[in-house]
Every structure is written in structure tokens, then in C-alpha cells.
């Protein structure tokens, strides 16, 4: 698995990650991620991001 440092720290995460803990719905998880994602603006951030 591959890991990118965020910004200016030391701190190193997956690349997979990709903010997706947000896609699966509007309100998916409003407590740890805001309002989530629709399906269609999910796709369009992972297709984005392997571009």
C-alpha cells in the first residue's frame, strides 16, 4: 500500500483513503464526515483521482 504525507507534516496516510470515508450517502456518518457524498459525486472524485 502506498503513503502520502499530508501537507508540511509527519503525519503519513493511505493513498486509497481518499477522503472516502464521506461516499455512501448524504448523512452517511454526519458525525465523523459532514454530509456525505452523493453516489454521483462519489464517482466523480474517484474518477478524478485515477486520472
Do not use: W
Not at 464526515?33 to 486520472?51: T, W
Amino acid at each position: 500500500m502506498q503513503y502520502q504525507k499530508i501537507g508540511h507534516t509527519d503525519i503519513e496516510i493511505s493513498r486509497i483513503i481518499l477522503g472516502c470515508g464521506s461516499f455512501g450517502g448524504t448523512g452517511s456518518a454526519p458525525e465523523f464526515f459532514g454530509q456525505g457524498e452523493n453516489e454521483e459525486q462519489s464517482h466523480e472524485i474517484l474518477d478524478a483521482a485515477v486520472r
